[in-house]
């Protein structure tokens, strides 16, 4: 393709990693698609971690390294790469996490749909897992038939043999921007991400918010990256009672932000209780601890207060 492609700015975000993130970087650098820029936001990383991602990268035109000062946040992190990816005039942006590799191809492909669908789409594709090269982790998740947020992920168990099942482009009920195309209209359209979000549930709101736009998510099985997961939260410990404070709490704002009322007054009713038998459960069987079980019960109360005045998240855990 010719300098003609359309303009892509390829947002990451790195937090005190350094060897994925290299990897990460160089795997987009060797993209067949030509008309692309990376800009690698570090946010607020030890300043070993700095040096050794700049020394180890190359000095190219395709490449800016943002080093900033303070830890924003995920989201912070993903609005500063909005912001900075103004000035080269982006058609689309591109965002994805740092532990990943991305194919050659996928950049073209996630582009060729995207224009296909008149821009009116998020694209993404193939998630496989890093370690097991052909094992699907995620494609997109199922439309909740009932309009809620029960939209469940079509690769079960985040561990899917490829066989060729997922091979027909589709549009989906909710995407994760472990990769995604978002087209610059869609973004200037609803918004950047929300400050209602630190980490966790952001990139379902910003999904929900486009689809009630009237734009769509949309697989495409020719665009592939491979995923490691949770590396810069708690070492990839997913069972973290860190993580499940973060994720209950995200899980409610997204049920008062886009759920009717009553939808909303039932479901912060019943989600954390169920989640909290459940929990008690598995800590009678020594599958939980009692921090698991605290984790839930502030994220109730927490929720709670936040939902009276709908602040800004700065990121407090008491879990961290």
């Excluded at 790195?14 to 946010?43: A, E, G, M, P």
């Excluded at 909005?82 to 740092?98: S, T, V």
């Excluded at 910003?206 to 491979?226: C, H, I």
Aim: aromatic letters at 12%; hydrophobic letters at 35%.
């Amino acid at each position: 393709m010719s300098i003609e492609e359309p303009m892509v700015v390829v947002i990451t975000i790195n937090y005190n990693q350094d060897q994925y993130t290299i990897d990460c970087v160089k795997s987009v650098l060797k993209s067949k698609y030509r008309n692309f820029h990376v800009i690698l936001i570090d946010n607020g990383s030890e300043q070993s971690i700095v040096d050794n991602i700049q020394r180890e990268l190359p000095q190219c035109p395709e490449l800016t390294i943002a080093a900033l000062p303070d830890n924003l946040g995920y989201v912070g992190g993903i609005n500063y790469g909005f912001d900075a990816a103004a000035k080269f005039n982006p058609d689309f942006c591109l965002i994805m996490n740092n532990d990943t590799l991305i194919a050659p191809d996928s950049i073209t492909e996630l582009v060729r749909v995207a224009e296909e669908r008149q821009r009116n789409a998020i694209v993404s594709g193939k998630v496989y897992n890093y370690d097991e090269k052909d094992s699907l982790q995620y494609i997109g998740q199922k439309v909740d038939p009932e309009g809620g947020l029960n939209q469940v992920s079509i690769v079960k168990n985040k561990r899917e043999k490829d066989v060729g099942q997922y091979e027909q482009e589709m549009e989906m009920g909710m995407l994760d921007d472990i990769f995604w195309l978002v087209p610059t209209k869609i973004q200037q359209d609803i918004g950047s991400y929300s400050e209602y979000f630190f980490l966790y549930g952001e990139q379902n709101d910003f999904a929900l918010r486009a689809v009630k736009a009237g734009y769509k998510l949309v697989y495409t099985p020719k665009a592939q990256l491979w995923h490691k997961g949770g590396v810069s939260t708690c070492d990839g410990d997913k069972k973290s009672p860190r993580i499940d404070y973060w994720s209950s709490v995200a899980t409610m704002k997204l049920a008062v932000l886009h759920l009717d009322e009553k939808q909303a007054k039932a479901f912060c009713f019943k989600w954390p209780l169920r989640k909290l038998l459940k929990t008690l459960v598995l800590l009678v069987s020594g599958k939980a601890s009692f921090e698991h079980v605290k984790s839930i019960v502030l994220a109730k109360s927490h929720f709670n207060y936040w939902n009276k005045i709908r602040y800004k998240d700065n990121g407090y855990n008491p879990f961290s």
